[in-house]
């Protein structure tokens, strides 16, 4: 079975200081890992995905994770954080490369103040 | 750019009526799956679909719930008879299957609210 604990259901950083989103993962396979945001009253939208390619993935928004296999991690982290960064951020991992089901940590709420 | 579409955003019914959920979900994707989230609380998993029959489900999706493919397009989820407990959002979501990165593709949801 696979799994993923996110440290942290809330979040708060001032604007301009560097956002750590953490994420661990427990698999018996190499997994795929993937970071999700959802707005408030929106759907979920693909921030990024760790493919067992380059373990530095970049996605939108300025945000990037790093798979560790070591830690059995792949914390979120932007350098700058903006106010429109302000959602919550759900961590995701599956094992193979389709029909099997993505499971999601608990989120974690991201609040950016001035 | 594609995307996945459900229908209604919002629902509003009484307990122990029948709910539909639909979902169109990307043209070229072959899996499909359905998840929901009580308000607060995680993205949890109902049911993936493939080649036109459940290829998993979890414990929450008893025989309250169906799912079906009626035509080449649209993927339902019922709930024949509802509960209070089953007020959440529930996402439509879809995948392409083969040697992709297992990315699934979200709507952006429907709100049911039993009362």
């Known amino acids: 079975a696979q799994s993923v604990t996110q440290l942290g259901s809330h979040v708060s950083v001032s604007e301009g200081a560097l956002v750590l989103l953490r994420c661990n993962y427990s698999?018996?396979?190499?997994?795929?890992l993937f970071w999700y945001v959802q707005y408030p009253n929106q759907g979920l939208q693909l921030l990024l995905k760790?493919?067992?390619?380059?373990?530095l993935v970049k996605g939108i928004n300025g945000f990037e994770a790093e798979f560790k296999k070591s830690e059995t991690s792949f914390h979120l982290t932007k350098p700058s954080a903006h106010m429109s960064d302000a959602a919550e951020y759900f961590c995701?991992?599956?094992?193979?490369?389709?029909?099997?089901?993505?499971?999601f940590g608990t989120g974690t709420q991201l609040k950016v103040e001035l | 750019e594609p995307e996945v579409t459900q229908t209604p955003s919002h629902q509003v019914t009484q307990m122990g009526q029948e709910v539909i959920l639909r979902c169109v979900p990307i043209?070229?994707?072959?899996?499909f799956y359905w998840y929901r989230q009580i308000l607060g609380q995680k993205v949890e998993f109902l049911v993936s679909?493939?080649?036109?029959?459940?290829?998993?489900k979890s414990e929450i999706f008893d025989d309250q719930f169906s799912v079906e493919r009626p035509d080449g397009s649209n993927f339902t989820l019922k709930i024949r008879s509802t509960k209070l407990e089953d007020s959440a959002m529930y996402f439509c979501?879809?995948?392409?299957?083969?040697?992709?990165?297992?990315?699934?593709?979200f709507g952006e949801g429907s709100r049911l609210t039993v009362l």
């Open positions: 979501a879809s995948n392409s299957g083969g040697l992709n990165t297992g990315e699934l593709f």
């Open positions: 043209s070229n994707h072959l899996y």
């Open positions: 679909f493939y080649n036109n029959e459940i290829s998993e």
């Open positions: 995701a991992v599956t094992s193979t490369g389709g029909g099997n089901k993505l499971t």
């Open positions: 760790y493919t067992s390619a380059a373990t």
């Open positions: 698999s018996s396979v190499p997994p795929y």
